[in-house]
């Protein structure tokens, strides 16, 4: 059985470079985060929803294989995926490629967990969301 | 005669907030570099462009006033105008609204100056440049 | 009658600089609000103290003259100034050199406002924060 | 036989905050740059030198795993290692605990790469820069 995956695109601004002239390698996290964004808009909810009930959704672990550099400009494609899927945490895979060339750029991951508000404890995933999630698991 | 103006939005994503939970007051400087960016792409030519001709545009001034908080996940519409056309600079205007509410976040400038790479001096828009962006002069 | 100025220094580190191998213009004003932070902490207070009483201290207006590029590596001296001290309101003065050539970076202020955190009103400065301000005012 | 670790620390500041009042995430591999940095410097060479010797050094990997949050103001510490020292790359470690209460905050590694900056190959780490690195190779 195939699994979905959301896909949505940056545009590489000056501000995401540095001085080697190629996007900054922090940038690529800021570039994740925005695509899990934009995953979740796509769902119909969003980080201030999870708020709202008390929630929210630190990163636990972040990762990123850079392939080749993106340069200014650069219209970049993020794919993301649910790799693992469990109670309390989740973990995204993340793929760029070079909308225009093709050219894979960098792969990664978060693992992100629920966490309550109050407590700062881990927590259980809302069950509507794990079922939102579901379509993306690998 | 009226001018024109162009436009362009930009989504609130986390890595652009702060701990008052608003948009970081230095970001808006990021969103108008690239609203300018995307004005030269919608104009046909890009920084990189500039650069081929050996030619870059530092920026020597940047103002921004701040009326109202923008928030994560906030869409806003930045408008730019060419508030000045000089023979070796331009004054960018700004103006951030927010695309749901229609309120006026933020208002601000940018002067940059056309720069020779080689002897890092002011130097002539060149002409074509310059017909370009005179529509949008006000 | 002289005023006393509070100075402070920043090393340019790589994620600072852009493709144009010079720190990016929106960097200058991350430095300002870091010079205005170890200001605070110079006199003894913090924004968190702020935050104690119920206030916080957005940004209203914010401005930068570039004058020479800074480079990757460069120790920035960041030397801070109060321009204005109103009832509600500060402006700060800020000058950018670079501490091995002495040579003039950039320029620029921020006009901070004191603002109740409930209603989000402008509110008076505390006296005791006024106080410590007053020998920094030209 | 002991190795020698590297230690510099980095003071918090408000822009590095996001909006769940904590240090965002992607700015630790900024502060890891800055400690590499530093630890460059503290051996007497930096990213420029490797420049002007026709090399740089891109990060092929970057990883961070995340432990407590670190909030504006704090005072962190940055504690180095040479984890893994190759012909042609290193693996540096990370630690990041809180100056203050000495908690744990994050751990984390970069893989750099020496690169000739003209073909973009892989090339060997010069001898006396490898010689630098071998006392603080665990």
Redesign the interface.
Known sequence: MSSDSFKTSV?V???D??????V????Y??FF??AE??FY?SLGF???DFRNRGL?F?????????KK?A???DLLEIELTVDELKVKSVKYGFKVTNDETSDLLALGYLVVVAADRQTGRATQIPAEIVEKLKPFHK
């Open positions: 545009r601004t000056w501000a470079t540095d001085a080697a002239q190629v900054h390698y922090s940038k996290f800021v985060e925005r964004e934009e808009r969003s980080f201030v929210w630190p990163r636990v672990e972040a990762f990123c294989q850079y550099p340069k200014f400009g």
